[in-house]
């Protein structure tokens, strides 16, 4: 099945390709191979860290999705990666920047596994990825949408300096969304802004 490109292609081209894998000071974020199909599984299986991603998904659409995440990366060379803690092969979730939905605009996206939450991983992964993206696709803002009853991603987003814009459409059966975005001019170069 060939890969129909996203507007955010179009305008960035095909030129464009983040360097994998991506390290951190705790963590590793890498294309998606088979093996994290596992990860990805129980981070779908579970209500309270699906609940603002979609709910509760089956094995089978974490395979999809798997599959989905790591040829959307090899056509593009950019989008979303497996994260996985340093010292391990275990996928505990998703990071990184993708094309927007219906836009033609780059969003941070991450997810992760319950059992990983307050850590501070999903801050380290996504600044991570605010900033490769920065430093390698050529985008001026990347932006991020959020439930407002997310209150964790909220935390997260503002720990990355990201700043509110909007509200927009969510999905049923959540009518609102708030949009979130972060300026190149304004991004830390590689630290979240302070303060």
Request: hydrophobic share 45%; net charge neutral.
């Amino acid at each position: 099945m060939a890969h129909k490109p996203s507007a955010v292609q179009l305008v960035l081209g095909a030129k464009h390709r983040i360097p994998v894998p991506i390290n951190t000071a705790r963590l590793e974020l890498r294309p998606f191979r088979e093996s994290d199909i596992d990860g990805i599984a129980q981070l779908l299986a579970d209500y309270e860290a699906t609940r603002f991603i979609g709910g509760v998904k089956s094995r089978d659409v974490a395979v999809e999705s798997v599959h989905t995440m790591r040829d959307a990366f090899a056509v593009r060379g950019w989008g979303t990666l497996a994260v996985v803690p340093g010292g391990t092969s275990d996928c505990i979730g998703y990071c990184g920047v993708r094309p927007l939905a219906h836009t033609a605009e780059v969003e941070v996206a991450f997810a992760l596994q319950q059992a990983c939450w307050n850590q501070g991983y999903a801050t380290e992964a996504a600044a991570a990825s605010i900033d490769i993206a920065f430093n390698n696709l050529g985008v001026k803002t990347i932006a991020a949408t959020v439930y407002p009853e997310n209150k964790a991603s909220l935390r997260v987003l503002a720990k990355l300096g990201m700043t509110f814009e909007s509200e927009v459409f969510g999905h049923w059966p959540m009518a609102t969304a708030f949009l979130f975005r972060i300026e190149r001019e304004k991004w830390g170069g590689g630290t979240p802004p302070s303060g």
